[in-house]
Nanobody
Framework: QVRLVESGGGSVQAGGSLRLSCAAS????????MSWFRQAPGKEREFVSGFDRDGRVKYADSVKGRFTISQDNAETTVYLQMNNLKPEDTAMYYC????????????????WGQGTQVTVSS
């Protein structure tokens, strides 16, 4: 079972910054494909940022130029640096993993973290 644990959320004023982290565990010597999503009250969960299968970075248009995704060399932790935050960025932020790579083995399975709340006040 893959476990994803997010951290780094909080409350900031508009224009502020936060850095989210998501640590994956559950299988030794595995790398994880992880992305960030968010869900605001009354809205559907939406994609924020992640890596495609070729490792290229993807961002939602609404966060381009403000958010930066990165990961550690072991590909077990992914970060989301969020700058120039806006009230509309207020949401629960979730880390999701849809694949793990363990040696030559690829396993596709969707897992979610418990989420970390980001609140941006105007």
């Amino acid at each position: 079972q893959v476990r994803l644990v997010e951290s780094g959320g909080g409350s900031v004023q508009a224009g502020g910054s936060l850095r989210l982290s998501c640590a994956a565990s559950g299988y030794t010597n595995c790398r994880y494909d992880m992305s960030w999503f968010r869900q605001a009250p009354g809205k559907e969960r939406e994609f924020v940022s992640g890596f495609d299968r070729d490792g290229r970075v993807k961002y939602a248009d609404s966060v381009k130029g403000r958010f930066t995704i990165s990961q550690d060399n072991a590909e077990t932790t992914v970060y989301l640096q969020m700058n120039n935050l806006k009230p509309e960025d207020t949401a629960m932020y979730y880390c999701g993993s849809d694949r793990r790579r363990c040696g030559h083995t690829r396993v596709e399975a969707q897992y979610w973290g418990q989420g970390t709340q980001v609140t941006v006040s105007s």
